[in-house]
């Protein structure tokens, strides 16, 4: 049990469409992550929040947006979505921003047809 | 691109010690090796971690040569549950994405009964 958790857990959406994917983290962790995993390949960062702000961001184009609250929950949006888009999304967060590890949530797969 | 070489797929008996290899000849002084592992349709989850000295915790041991090219994760006593992809993963120690973690396609570890 990681103290992360997201919703939904499935998703089905239509090409074009906007999509909000959700994310609780343990109380205190005040940076989340978000990666993408296409089937059989490992996750790919998207980019990174720390303090409401974000401070990284992987090699995603910018419909991929994010928001950190300060009640340590999170948002992915992904705008004008594409059939490539289809994966699962990880939420993880840390404490702080060294070397604590990230602690993952069990994601929410995505399929857009 | 991922820093790090891993085999595919390792078998191990159950009950038996299982050990990881991971390669990473090019990791910085200032560069910790992680190890996470992801369970069929779950989260990756955090293992071990370490800088240059050998590290145990109640799940593993992490042996890291004393040049750090290279690594072993050890199970001490594999059951069936620890069937999984195991990521060996080499991290700065900065802040904002130089912390993010670049996933390869990690070793697929296969406990037989």
């Known amino acids: 049990e990681t103290g992360v958790t997201q919703s939904p857990t499935h998703l089905i959406k239509t090409r074009g469409q906007q999509v909000t994917l959700r994310c609780s983290s343990q109380?205190?962790?005040?940076?989340v992550s978000w990666y993408q995993q296409a089937l059989g390949q490992g996750p790919q960062f998207i980019f990174q929040y720390y303090r409401e702000e974000e401070n990284g961001r992987g090699n995603f184009p910018p419909r991929f947006s994010g928001l950190q609250f300060p009640n340590y929950s999170s948002e992915l949006n992904v705008n004008a979505l594409e059939l490539d888009d289809s994966a699962l999304y990880l939420c993880?967060?840390?404490?702080?921003?060294?070397?604590?590890?990230?602690?993952f949530g069990n994601g929410t797969r995505l399929t857009v047809t | 691109d991922a820093k790090t070489t891993q085999p595919p797929s390792m078998d191990c008996a159950e009950g038996r010690a299982a050990n990881l290899p991971c390669n990473h000849s090019?990791?910085?002084?200032?560069?910790?090796v992680y190890w996470y592992r992801q369970i069929h349709s779950q989260g990756p989850q955090y293992i071990i971690h370490g800088l240059k000295n050998n590290e145990t915790n109640e799940m593993a041991s992490l042996i890291i040569t004393e040049d750090r090219k290279s690594s072993t994760l050890i199970l001490p006593h594999a059951t069936l549950r620890d069937t999984a992809v195991y990521y060996c993963?080499?991290?700065?120690?900065?802040?904002?994405?130089?912390?993010?973690?670049?996933f390869g396609t990690g070793t697929l570890l296969a406990v037989q009964p």
């Open positions: 993880a967060s840390r404490l702080g921003q060294a070397n604590s590890p990230l602690h």
């Open positions: 993963i080499v991290q700065a120690s900065g802040g904002g994405a130089t912390n993010k973690l670049i």
């Open positions: 090019t990791i910085s002084g200032n560069e910790y």
């Open positions: 109380s205190g962790h005040n940076t």
